[in-house]
Nanobody, 127 residues
Framework: QVQLVESGGGLVQAGGSLRLSCAAS????????MGWFRQAPGKEREFVAG????????YYPDSVKGRFTISRDNAKKTVYLQMNSLKPEDTAVYYC????????????????????WGQGTQVTVSS
C-alpha cells in the first residue's frame, strides 16, 4: 500500500513554470513506477509523464515532450513534475499515480496500469 499526496499546483501565466511534487508513504518507494496524469474539465484523464522505479527511464507524450520533466528522489519518496513553457491548454487537475513495477525499460501510460492515486492538484494557466 502506498498513499500519494500532490502539491505545488496553482495559477500561472502562459509561458511560466510550476513544479509539482508527489510525496509517497511506504517503505519500498523505489519499487514503484510513478506517473503523472491530468484531467481537464469535460475531458478524459490523460498521461503526461512516467518514470521507472530507479529513475533510469522516463516517457512523455508529444503534447508535453520538451516542456515537462519528471524526476524522483527515492530517498525522499517524492516524484516531481517540472512544467515549463506552460500553455492555457495545460490547465487541468494533475494526478500522481503509482504501480509496483521492477521494469527498467517501460513505464505505464494508461490509467488502468496504475493502482494508487493521489487526490490531485489544480494547475491553471492564464493567457
Amino acid at each position: 500500500q502506498v498513499q500519494l499526496v500532490e502539491s505545488g499546483g496553482g495559477l500561472v501565466q502562459a509561458g511560466g513554470s510550476l513544479r509539482l511534487s508527489c510525496a509517497a508513504s511506504g517503505r519500498t518507494f523505489s519499487s514503484y513506477c510513478m506517473g503523472w496524469f491530468r484531467q481537464a474539465p469535460g475531458k478524459e484523464r490523460e498521461f503526461v509523464a512516467g518514470i521507472t522505479g530507479t529513475g533510469g527511464m522516463t516517457y512523455y507524450p508529444d503534447s508535453v515532450k520538451g516542456r515537462f520533466t519528471i524526476s524522483r528522489d527515492n530517498a525522499k519518496k517524492t516524484v516531481y513534475l517540472q512544467m515549463n513553457s506552460l500553455k492555457p491548454e495545460d490547465t487541468a487537475v494533475y494526478y500522481c499515480a503509482a504501480v509496483i513495477s521492477f521494469s527498467t525499460r517501460r513505464v505505464g501510460v494508461r490509467e488502468s496500469e496504475y493502482d494508487y492515486w493521489g487526490q490531485g492538484t489544480q494547475v491553471t494557466v492564464s493567457s
